[in-house]
């Protein structure tokens, strides 16, 4: 944004500067309180916890578009008010549909990659919108101030500066949350479908994790840090280092023990099944044999599932943490 050489004393225009000056105060609290409401959302707010934010500004931004066109023209052109109308007007749109659009995505975005991934583009789409209007309402000051020789001093405020740089910022975290949230999906399909003693299902989804934990850390070599700032890189590979041991040395051992669950349950039903005085001595070790390698199994799964839980944990501590650090750093969520 600009700062303006002309000072303000009253809401009379004497002069371009003080008509381009109370319209652009209009626009410049829009912009500040629609930036907080951004800036909430990124900071793990989401859009379904700020939607009384949401509808605040969307009434701030009608009010202060109405505000704008009830203005007359200067100097007999409308033509800087009606483009900083135009920014208002996209904002309210932009408010109204888009990010009622992703409150609604946001509810069901954890359900599937394919929802996230259209959930974050939503974002994307909606923040680069807003950022279009901004650089064409700026042009519109420089063109406005030219034409009528008022002085700008280039200097961005805080805010300007917040959005120019939360756009790659954002670009930077999508793509690596989308590799983190792509293993991290699969692994929760795989733990249902043990939960659920559906080996098949679990083996199914057990191969498609280690397979996107091993593209997953394929990429990420070739993904550079974030201006000398590699924590998040960093700590997706160690989750994508733990998904990859799990799937490949820890959950075999998981799905053995629901192998030799199962054994045990159909050796004990057939010998519970045969009297006592007709049981053969096959019978009696077979089942002897389900008991042992049961037992056995059950010592395994406890060690090893505990291993898991202590090893996810962490891991997932570590990534939560280095997202939060990250957009900490580079996207200060303190109110402009």
């Known amino acids: 944004m600009f700062a303006f050489q002309n000072q303000i004393k009253a809401q009379t225009f004497n002069n371009a500067g003080e008509y381009m000056q109370y319209i652009s105060n209009e626009h410049n609290k829009i912009k500040k309180d629609l930036w907080n409401y951004l800036a909430a959302v990124a900071h793990g707010k989401g859009a379904r916890k700020v939607e009384t934010k949401r509808q605040e500004l969307i009434s701030t931004t009608e009010a202060s578009l109405k505000k704008v066109n009830k203005m007359s023209a200067w100097d007999q052109s409308t033509e800087y008010r009606d483009s900083v109308a135009s920014y208002l007007e996209l904002c309210t749109i932009v408010l109204k549909e888009d990010f009622a659009k992703i409150v609604d995505m946001e509810d069901i975005a954890e359900q599937s990659y394919d929802a996230m991934e259209a959930y974050l583009m939503a974002k994307e789409v909606a923040n680069n919108k807003l950022e279009d209007a901004g650089d064409r309402l700026q042009a519109a000051q420089r063109k406005f101030a030219d034409e009528n020789g ?14 120019e740089k939360s756009g790659p910022v954002f670009d930077y975290y999508n793509q690596l949350y989308l590799i983190f949230f792509k293993t991290y999906k699969q692994e929760m399909f795989m733990m249902e479908a043990i939960n659920g003693s559906d080996i098949a299902a679990a083996e199914q989804n057990k191969n498609a994790m280690i397979q996107f934990s091993g ?3 394929t990429r990420l070599d070739t993904i550079k840090a974030f201006k000398s700032d590699i924590t998040l890189v960093t700590a997706l590979k160690k989750y994508l280092t733990f998904t990859q041991k799990e799937g490949n040395e820890k959950i075999p051992i998981i799905l053995d023990f629901y192998l030799k669950k199962e054994n045990f349950e159909k050796q004990k039903a057939a010998i519970d ?3 006592k005085n007709k049981r053969t001595q096959e019978d009696v070790d077979n089942f002897n044999e389900a008991v042992t390698e049961y037992n056995a199994a059950i010592a395994d799964y406890n060690k090893v599932n505990e291993e898991l839980n202590t090893g996810r944990s962490k891991a997932l501590e570590t990534w939560n943490n280095a997202v939060q650090t990250f957009l900490d750093r580079h996207i200060p969520s303190k109110k402009g």
Request: negative net charge.
């Open 215 to 217: 593209e997953g850390l």
């Open 150 to 163: 008022i002085n700008l001093i280039e200097n961005q405020d805080k805010i300007d500066q917040k959005i």
């Open 273 to 275: 099944a045969i009297p």
